[in-house]
């Protein structure tokens, strides 16, 4: 996004017109030009979310996408995407080599706070590479002190927030802005905080705020169609704010396209719209 000034604590909005799109891709483009993604969670009962933020990295570019999953997920996510390398890892050991292969990581859609997912989230961690955090690895990130990778992004509900902080819910939607930004420069990385206004804040202060959606978007799922949308992105070589900031926008501008039918929205629906709106914004080829 282009840098422009604001006046102090301003948020600067999210227009499709100030956000930097992905480039067009070449006649000869092949699919290592344009990252690989791993997606890290789906415990048992759980397994659908990794789903959601696997399909939203296939569908947003991504060039490779790989899931390390419980094995028992593993049948249910060839059937649904085929497209998708499927590891079933029982352990941190096995997750190093897909680690290896992997330029982005995105970890924590159903992957719970029990012994496998702390475990999982111990390999994560020692990656330098660039990393989307949400759902229980933010959870398990409240608990213990960690050093993320640099160009990562955390992407917090007001109570997973407030856990970080160390406070409140309600103080977290007292000073949303307030809040964003600490999170961002105590983790040294680009934090979305997710609600009604989302809000992307970088750890040099730097403020953005989405008010674009819906509130049929109020459901399960979105925030890991979400996560799998910013893993797409990082992969395809932007920058975290960048990612972060046409992200949010695509996902909350979906949600407002597809709200406008009502009630009933499934995290699932979004995904399709995402892939029109980003082709929309940022042409694949001109």
């Known amino acids: 996004m282009p840098q422009t000034k604001h006046p102090a604590n301003q948020a600067q909005i999210l227009t499709s017109v100030a956000l930097t799109p992905l480039a067009p ?4 483009a092949q699919k290592g030009d344009f990252g690989h993604v791993l997606v890290v969670g789906g415990d048992r009962g759980t397994g659908g979310a990794v789903l959601l933020s696997a ?9 490779l996408v790989s899931l390390a999953t419980r094995s028992e997920q593993v049948p249910a996510a060839l059937a649904r995407l085929p497209e998708v390398m499927c590891l079933g890892v029982h352990s ?25 997912g702390r475990s999982l ?26 050093a993320l990778a640099a160009g990562s992004i955390i992407t917090p509900h007001p109570g997973e ?12 939607q ?22 009604a206004g989302t809000l992307v804040a970088d ?3 730097q403020l953005a705020l989405c008010n674009r959606g819906h509130p049929a978007m109020a459901g399960a799922g979105l925030g890991d169609v979400l996560s799998g949308v910013l893993g797409a992105l990082l992969a395809q070589g932007m920058s975290g704010w960048d990612a972060a900031c046409l992200g949010v926008w695509l996902h909350a501008c979906a949600g407002e396209r597809l709200g406008m039918h009502g009630r009933g929205l499934a995290a699932s629906d979004l995904v399709p719209a995402i892939r029109h709106l980003l082709e929309e914004h940022s042409a694949c080829q001109v």
């Not at 050991?93 to 706070?113: D, H, K």
């Not at 930004?181 to 609600?195: E, H, T």
């Open 25 to 28: 891709r070449s006649l000869a």
């Open 161 to 172: 927030a407030a856990r970080l902080l160390g406070i409140s819910t309600e103080a977290v």
């Open 92 to 116: 941190a050991n096995q997750l190093m080599t897909p680690i290896e292969r992997a330029s982005v990581v995105v970890v924590g859609p159903g992957l719970g706070q029990a012994a496998w």
């Open 174 to 195: 007292a000073d949303r802005a307030g809040a964003a930004r600490k999170l961002a420069r105590k983790y040294a990385v680009i934090c979305v905080l997710k609600g």
């Open 121 to 146: 989230l111990s390999a994560v961690v020692s990656a330098r590479l660039p990393q989307v955090w949400d759902a229980d690895a933010l959870s398990l990130l409240a608990r213990a002190p960690l």
């Open 55 to 63: 399909e939203a990295a296939l569908r947003c570019g991504a060039g």
């Open 203 to 205: 750890p040099a202060g």
